[in-house]
């Protein structure tokens, strides 16, 4: 967007520009994309629990009504909290899988076979129903059919354009452009992009990423009137290049009452990533609210559950170490172990340890060289150990010396360091927190082999570290985990 400053103007009239015609529109509901989760969540609830309520009416005799809830309040409460931690690790609450049907049946099945799995092997506090397996049966049958029955409910009501949030996109540049780009790809059940509002005379008239050029800013607030616009989506990456008429025009939009969201917002929301080529050089997107206490707290958590953690996994390393050293040395005769120099908190330099998945003397020229996928340098055992995610246990004795935690970004070697801090905006705030073995980029991106690559991590780094919690580190370590058990390694 440019411009010019001038003096503020009001316009009371609604004028629509040339080729939009007024029309008047139809009532609609429209949700946020918080409000669709928690709706789709309370929808999956209610399934779930009435699947266990219907079952045990008829295999154990007990009334179909809140009598049979309040007497053993246990039963649902436990179902209800399994299935909220595992779900997620399915992407269960991705509002793209939730509007296609067959998608959302894919992920809520993974997640009700495993939530149910765990319910039904934890005696005293769960229904006894493994010893009939005509009642376990008839469990599972109901809860995917009453999960399947809520999914298609969503899919087929609120994914609808009666529940959509109609926007209007500020600038038709690069961060208009990508917001635009995510939304089509993402959660276009979601929203319905009615155009963009731009000052750039090239730009009028124009479709851009399917979506027309309506006007300049002297069109803004009679468009969103005209419209019906829920939302206006601000995708000016310098704001301070914001002229005077368009400021006014944004406050007179906000003053009656149509929603303003900054692009970058929008952005995390949608693809849990932070903007770093659209944050021009506002560090409000960039960093973490202040919230000390709780930062302390979280802080001294996060640390105990790193020390607990390491010990186990050292544990796990002690038992297997024998097997895999025989293994290795009759696969590719060598060192078990390998060691790297990592980039820290604080850019400090640290070694980390890995057992060796590759061939000895793999960078032969001495030169860091990027791994990818397929790498022929990997050994058949290596590869097992890669896909397993069993290589990573030796970082545990660095996790354990608090030179990393379980969660964080991964740490990445000082000579790609170099390289991506140059070539890569804001970089160099990955290591404003200890890296981490188990990462929200991991998780998202898998590991990266290129600097292409690295830019999108570095996105998902950002994200993790601005939002970082006990939550955000819980979903990290359930999906990591799920990854562990399907083999879906590097």
């Known amino acids: 967007m440019t411009g010019t400053d001038s003096k503020f103007t009001d316009s009371p009239e609604v004028i629509l520009p040339t080729g ?57 409460a436990l179902l209800t909290l399994l299935w909220l ?46 010893p009939s397996r005509l009642a376990t049966g008839l469990f599972v049958a109901f809860t995917l059919s009453f999960l399947s029955f809520g999914r298609a409910l969503y899919a087929l009501t609120l994914a609808q354009p009666f529940f959509q949030r ?92 149509f929603r303003i969201t900054h692009m970058p917002e929008l952005y995390e929301r949608i693809t849990g ?5 659209h944050s021009g050089r506002n560090l409000q997107v960039l960093l973490p609210p202040d919230h000390a206490p709780t930062t302390r707290l979280y802080a001294g958590l996060k640390r105990l559950v790193d020390i607990l953690i390491s010990l186990v996994g050292l544990t796990v390393l002690g038992v297997l170490l024998p097997f895999i050293a025989l293994a290795l040395y009759l696969d590719s005769p060598g ?16 070694r980390l340890f890995k057992l060796r998945t590759m061939i000895p003397n793999a960078e032969g020229k001495g030169e860091a060289v990027w791994a990818g996928k397929g790498d022929p340098r990997v050994t058949r ?37 170099a390289e991506l801090e140059k070539r890569i905006p804001f970089y160099l705030l990955r290591h404003s927190v200890l890296p981490g073995m188990a990462g929200w980029a991991l998780i998202k991106q898998g590991y990266g082999s290129s600097v292409e690559d690295a830019l999108v991590k570095v996105q998902y780094d950002l994200y993790y570290i601005k939002h970082q919690s006990v939550w955000l580190d819980l979903i990290v370590l359930l999906k990591t985990f799920g990854n562990m058990l399907t083999f879906r390694g590097r």
């Open 20 to 76: 939009v015609s007024r029309w008047i529109p139809l009532s609609h509901l429209p949700l946020r994309i918080s409000e669709r989760k928690v709706l789709l969540r309370l929808l999956d609830v209610l399934m779930l629990n009435s699947s266990l309520l219907l079952i045990a009416w008829l295999r154990l005799g007990m009334s179909l009504s809140w009598k049979t809830i309040l007497a053993r309040p246990q039963w649902f």
């Open 85 to 130: 931690l595992l779900a997620p690790v399915f992407d269960a609450y991705s509002l793209k899988k939730a509007s296609s049907l067959r998608e959302s049946m894919q992920c809520v099945t993974k997640s009700a076979l495993l939530t149910l799995f765990i319910y039904l092997l934890i005696p005293y506090i769960t229904p006894y129903l493994l």
């Open 166 to 257: 109609k926007a209007l996109i500020i600038g038709a540049g690069g961060a208009g452009r990508t917001i635009a780009q995510v939304i089509t790809r993402t959660v276009i059940s979601d929203y319905q992009l009615v155009g963009y509002i731009d000052d750039d005379p090239a730009k009028q008239g124009r479709i851009i990423e399917g979506i027309p050029v309506l006007g300049t800013h002297e069109d803004l607030v009679s468009l969103v009137r005209a419209l019906d616009v829920d939302e206006v989506i601000l995708a000016i990456t310098h704001l301070h290049e914001v002229h005077d008429d368009l400021f006014r025009a944004i406050l007179n939009c906000q003053e009656l009452g």
């Open 273 to 277: 990533m932070v903007p770093v080529e």
């Open 335 to 350: 060192p078990i172990f390998y060691a790297q120099h990592r980039v820290g908190k604080g850019r400090k330099i640290f």
């Open 381 to 417: 055992v290596g590869r097992f150990l890669r896909v397993t995610h069993i290589d990573e246990l030796p970082q545990f004795i660095s996790v354990l010396k608090g030179e990393m935690s379980v969660v964080g970004p991964r740490p990445e070697r000082p000579e790609f360091v």
